[in-house]
């Protein structure tokens, strides 16, 4: 009687054995394989300025900042988002429509790293914004060179200019390839016709998501880039864009939005994106 209990025993040890690797095996192989969403806010501003949020879970990348007088709305904004960290600000070249709320934000959450375009011009206020970072001990990253960054489950590949020194401050712009699963973004900054051309040479996918060059202004080579990306959403920060810009955007199948309208939503799950309706 005690070896058939004991026999028991071992035989119901053995299968619980069993099932629990297979349990485990299970979970590995056939667990959750959907990323988290990410959620890119193209921010409402007083006038044509750019403040973009991109949130997956806490990884937080913010792309330029507003004018100094859109940092309140957008430090009440990060925090409706429940916003304390920002591991990447981003920004694309230091005109005051770009960088203008940058101290104020500084000053408002913990900020992991800046990164900024080269710049050697004298410029106030971009001279003023490396003294508050500094006195922050923020680290700060001038690429010169493409540099990819992981932050949660986004890949951001950054692009800076090819030269050194513009005539035009615009074309300093850094320009993003933003990359969550099988869903392209690009952010170009406020690209002109130099630096447009410079874009064109990288080997960009169809995105889904474009943030259009220059506040939709158009030059000689927005519709050759515009063609390039392909884009299934484009989001112009302004309230009204170039006749020409906007023609290529339709050209190419492209949803277009504005931030003159109010902040801008997409979501992304990482296999398609969607716009997110706005509230009445």
């Not at 619980?16 to 890119?40: D, H």
């Not at 170009?188 to 220059?214: C, F, S, T």
């Amino acid at each position: 009687m005690a070896k058939k209990i004991g026999f028991a025993l071992r035989l119901s040890l053995f299968l619980a054995i069993l099932a629990a690797a297979f349990f485990f095996v299970w979970r590995v192989n056939v667990g959750p394989t959907t990323e988290g969403s990410v959620e890119v806010f193209f921010i409402e501003t007083k006038s044509d300025a750019n403040a973009i949020l991109l949130k997956q879970g806490e990884a937080v990348i913010l792309v330029d900042t507003g004018e100094e007088v859109d940092a309140p709305a957008i430090t009440a904004f990060l925090q409706e988002q429940q916003v304390s960290v920002i591991d990447y600000l981003v920004l694309t070249h230091p005109d005051q429509d770009h960088i203008g709320g940058a101290p104020a934000l500084l000053e408002q959450f913990e900020v992991r790293c800046v990164i900024q375009p080269y710049y050697a011009k004298e410029n106030v206020l971009a001279d003023a914004l490396r003294q508050t970072i500094d006195s922050l001990g923020v680290a700060q990253i001038y690429p010169t060179r493409p540099r990819s960054f992981t932050c949660g489950q986004m890949q951001m590949t950054v692009y800076p200019p090819l030269e050194k020194h513009y005539r035009k401050d615009n074309n300093y712009s850094l320009a993003l390839w933003i990359k969550h699963g099988k869903v392209d973004m690009a952010f170009a900054g406020d690209a002109e016709e130099k630096r447009l051309n410079e874009l064109m040479q990288i080997h960009w996918p169809a995105v889904q998501l474009y943030q259009v060059a220059h506040h939709g202004r158009a030059s000689r080579s927005s519709g050759l880039l515009i063609e390039q990306l392909r884009p299934q959403y484009a989001v112009i920060t302004a309230s009204d864009g170039d006749q020409a810009v906007q023609d290529a955007l339709k050209q190419v199948g492209a949803r277009i939005f504005y931030t003159g309208d109010g902040t801008q939503q997409f979501v992304s799950d990482g296999k398609t994106m969607v716009y997110v309706e706005r509230r009445p």
